[in-house]
């Protein structure tokens, strides 16, 4: 699959490696794979991205990132429902930090034995790259670009898809700007 990738699509994974290592998370996630979206210039999805806006608040999508993070990675719709049953994750996140510190839920690594080794994929960012895949084979484009990537964060459930949401930019949005394609359906 990874030969049909682009050079932004591949620059994309490469970035999504490096924010896991300088996270020093064991795995590399979907979280990531939208940091490196953000991270990107000059090609079709930061061009998408900026369309819808988000250019100018980058910075909001990156802090909600953060803030997903130190919720153990739990979206909002998650914590509402434990919510529901009486859990509060603000008030769990809170005593957590005040007896281990500011982001101990969030799965960084940075107080722990340095691990340098080859940093796998988690589950979701593997559905995302297969997801990716079939939002090039729907469209009919013969390769995998950057752009589908953004496509798959959109349609996957997680906080990638929340947060992207929250900035206006959804599957829908999306496929206006980017112009449609053969099947717009990437789920």
Avoid: Y
Avoid at 4 to 14: E, G, L, N, S, Y
Avoid at 108 to 135: C, I, M, P, T, Y
């Amino acid at each position: 699959m990874f030969e049909r990738f682009t050079k932004d699509a591949r620059a994309v994974v490469q970035g999504a490696v490096e924010h896991a290592e300088g996270a020093r998370a064991q795995t590399v996630d979907t979280e990531h794979l939208l940091l490196a979206l953000l991270d990107r210039e000059g090609s079709r999805a930061s061009f998408a991205l900026s369309a819808l806006g988000v250019g100018e608040r980058e910075e909001e999508v990156r802090q909600a990132l953060a803030e997903a993070r130190r919720r153990a990675g739990l979206t909002r719709a998650e914590t509402d429902a434990l919510a529901g049953l009486g859990i509060d994750v603000s008030e769990i996140v809170a005593r957590v930090e005040e007896a281990h510190g500011v982001g101990a839920m969030s799965g960084d690594r940075r107080n722990r034995r340095w691990w340098s080794g080859h940093r796998g994929f988690s589950k979701g960012a593997k559905e995302v790259l297969e997801q990716a895949l079939r939002a090039a084979v729907a469209r009919r484009d013969r390769h995998i670009g950057d752009e589908h990537i953004l496509l798959a964060l959109t349609v996957r459930p997680g906080v990638p898809a929340e947060v992207l949401a929250d900035h206006g930019v959804t599957h829908e949005s999306l496929t206006r700007v980017l112009g449609g394609g053969a099947g717009e359906a990437c789920a």
